[in-house]
C-alpha cells in the first residue's frame, strides 16, 4: 500500500523520477501541442486540397460542355440562316418547296455527318411540324408541344435539358433557332439533336480515380448523366407538386414518375452559382463521400465530381500515424535521456545523503573512506554539484573534528567529576560528628586496655562495621 502511495503520489518520489518526469514533460507536451496544431493544418489543408482538386475537375469538364453546347449553338445558326433553308422555308408554295428539298437535304445531311455526336438535324414549320429531317421517322412529326419549338417560334435560340425523345426514345439534348426569311419574318424553325451518349461521354472520361464518378443534374435536380444508368432522370431531393407535374407534361424524361433519391446533402448543388463542395451519404450505403461540383454558364446545369471520403482519409490516417510513431519514437529517446540525466544529478544527492546520515548517527569515520571514493570524483568538477560536494566534505570533516574534541573534553569531565564525588565523600565521612567522636574513642581505646569481656580481635571486627555502615549511609544520601 505505500509503495502504491508513493508511485501514486509526486510528491513522494524520488529525485530521479522527479527530474525525468519534468524532463520528458517538458519535451513532449509543447511537442504534443505543435505536432497536433501541424498536423491538424495538414489534414485540413490535404482535405482542402482534394476539395479544391474536385471543384477544378468539375469546372473543367462544365466549361468543355459550355464550349460544345457554344459550337453546336453557332452550327444551328449557321443552318438556321444557310440559304437553301430559308429558301424551302419561305417558299409560298409546296411546289416550290419540293424544287428547293434536295438542295435543303444536302445541307441537313452535310451538317449531320459533320459531327458524329449528332443524332438529327430537322426543320419545323410555323405549326411545328417536321418538314424535313435526317432521320425520316421526325418527319411528319408535330413537336409544337416542346419548349425548343415554342421559345424558337417567338424568336429565341433555345438548348434543353437532356430528354428522352418522343419520336426515337433515345436522350439527347437539342438545341433550336429561329428561321427567317429575307424580309424578316419567322417563317420556321431549324433543331439539332445531341447525342445523349455525346454528353455522357465527357462527363463519364474524367481523369479520376476509381469508385469516383461524375455526374450532371439540370435546373430541377435530376441527374441527366451518371455512369451508373438506373440512377438516370431521378432527383436528388423530392421534386415540388407543380414541377413534378410540369415535368410530366413535357414529357421531358418520358416517364410518368420522377423518382427521388433524397439526398437533402446535395441540395447545395442544385441551382448553384458557384463551384462548392459538400460531404454526403449515398442511399443504402454508410460511407461518406465528397463531391466538388460547378455549374455551366450555357445551361442551368451543374456537374459534380463525387469521390469516397477514404481516399484522402487514407492518407491522412497514415499521417497521423507516422506523427504518432514519431512522437513515441522521440518521446523513448528523451525519456532515456532523462534518466540517464536524472541518475547523474540524483547519484551525488545519495551520496551526500548517505554521508549526512552516517554523521547523523556518528558512524562517519567507518564510512569515510567509502565516501570519500563516492565523492571525490565529484568533487573535482567544476560545477554547482561539485561545488556542493567539497562544502559538504570541509562541513563533515570540521563536524567530526569538533565531535572528536567535544568527547575527549566529555572524558576528562567525567573523570574530573569521579575525583570530585570521592573527595566530597571522604569529606563527607572524615567530617562526620559521629567518626570524629569514634576516633576519639579509637584514640581512648589505644590508650588504655582492651576490655577483658571483649578480645581484641572482636574490638577491631566491630569497629569495622560501623564504619561500613557510615560509608553505606554516606551512599544512600549521595543517592537521594
Given at each position: 500500500m505505500k509503495r502504491l502511495h508513493r508511485l501514486l503520489y509526486p510528491p513522494a518520489w524520488s529525485i530521479a523520477a522527479k527530474i525525468s518526469a519534468a524532463l520528458v514533460c517538458a519535451a513532449l507536451i509543447p511537442m504534443g501541442?505543435?505536432?497536433?496544431?501541424?498536423?491538424?493544418?495538414s489534414l485540413d489543408s490535404v482535405e482542402a486540397s482534394e476539395h479544391h482538386k474536385l471543384e477544378l475537375l468539375a469546372t473543367s469538364t462544365a466549361s468543355r460542355l459550355d464550349q460544345l453546347i457554344i459550337d453546336i449553338q453557332r452550327v444551328v445558326v449557321q443552318v438556321s440562316s444557310d440559304r437553301n433553308v430559308v429558301n424551302f422555308l419561305a417558299a409560298s408554295t409546296s411546289s416550290e418547296q419540293e424544287a428547293f428539298r434536295p438542295d435543303l437535304q444536302q445541307t441537313l445531311e452535310n451538317v449531320f455527318r459533320s459531327n458524329p455526336d449528332f443524332d438529327a438535324v430537322f426543320v419545323m414549320d410555323k405549326q411545328g411540324?417536321?418538314?424535313?429531317?435526317?432521320?425520316?421517322?421526325f418527319l411528319g412529326n408535330n413537336y409544337a408541344f416542346r419548349e425548343y419549338f415554342r421559345s424558337s417560334i417567338q424568336g429565341k435560340s433555345y438548348i434543353s435539358s437532356i430528354l428522352v425523345g418522343e419520336t426515337t426514345k433515345r436522350p439527347g439534348m437539342f438545341l433550336s433557332h429561329p428561321v427567317r426569311s429575307p424580309s424578316g419574318e419567322i417563317v420556321g424553325v431549324t433543331v439539332l439533336k445531341i447525342k445523349g451518349e455525346g454528353i455522357w461521354a465527357i462527363v463519364d472520361t474524367l481523369p479520376i480515380r476509381s469508385k469516383s464518378y461524375a455526374f450532371l443534374i439540370d435546373q430541377y435536380g435530376v441527374i441527366i448523366s451518371h455512369f451508373n444508368k438506373s440512377l438516370l432522370y431521378h432527383s436528388l431531393l423530392p421534386l415540388p407538386p407543380n414541377t413534378l407535374e410540369q415535368v410530366v407534361n413535357d414529357r421531358r424524361y418520358g416517364l410518368r414518375q420522377i423518382q427521388s433519391?433524397?439526398?437533402?446533402e446535395l441540395k447545395v448543388m442544385v441551382k448553384a452559382k458557384q463551384a462548392g463542395h459538400t460531404t454526403y451519404h449515398f442511399p443504402r450505403t454508410q460511407t461518406p463521400r465528397i463531391v466538388g461540383f460547378a455549374p455551366l454558364k450555357e445551361q442551368p446545369w451543374v456537374l459534380g465530381v463525387s469521390q469516397p471520403k477514404d481516399d484522402f482519409v487514407g492518407p491522412s490516417n497514415r499521417m497521423m500515424w507516422l506523427h504518432g510513431s514519431s512522437v513515441l519514437i522521440v518521446g523513448g529517446i528523451t525519456a532515456i535521456i532523462a534518466l540517464l540525466l536524472a541518475r547523474r544529478i540524483s547519484q551525488p544527492i545519495h551520496a551526500l545523503t548517505a554521508a549526512a546520515q552516517a554523521l547523523e548517527h556518528d558512524n562517519f569515520d567507518s564510512h569515510v573512506l567509502e565516501l570519500h571514493r563516492s565523492l571525490e570524483k565529484l568533487a573535482h568538477t567544476q560545477d554547482d554539484i561539485g561545488q556542493l560536494v567539497r562544502v559538504f566534505l570541509g562541513m563533515a570533516e570540521e563536524v567530526r573534528m569538533r565531535d572528536q574534541k567535544l568527547k575527549m573534553q566529555v572524558q576528562k569531565l567525567h573523570i574530573e567529576i569521579d575525583e570530585t564525588k570521592r573527595a566530597s565523600n571522604v569529606a563527607e565521612i572524615t567530617e562526620n560528628e559521629h567518626f570524629r567522636q569514634l576516633q576519639k574513642r579509637i584514640q581512648k581505646l589505644r590508650e588504655h586496655e582492651v576490655a577483658v569481656s571483649e578480645t581484641?580481635?572482636?574490638?577491631y571486627q566491630r569497629l569495622q562495621n560501623q564504619v561500613q555502615s557510615l560509608k553505606e549511609r554516606s551512599l544512600l544520601k549521595d543517592k537521594k
Open positions: 501541442f505543435t505536432g497536433y496544431y501541424n498536423l491538424r493544418q411540324r417536321a418538314i424535313a429531317a435526317t432521320d425520316p421517322t433519391l433524397d439526398i437533402p581484641e580481635t572482636e574490638y
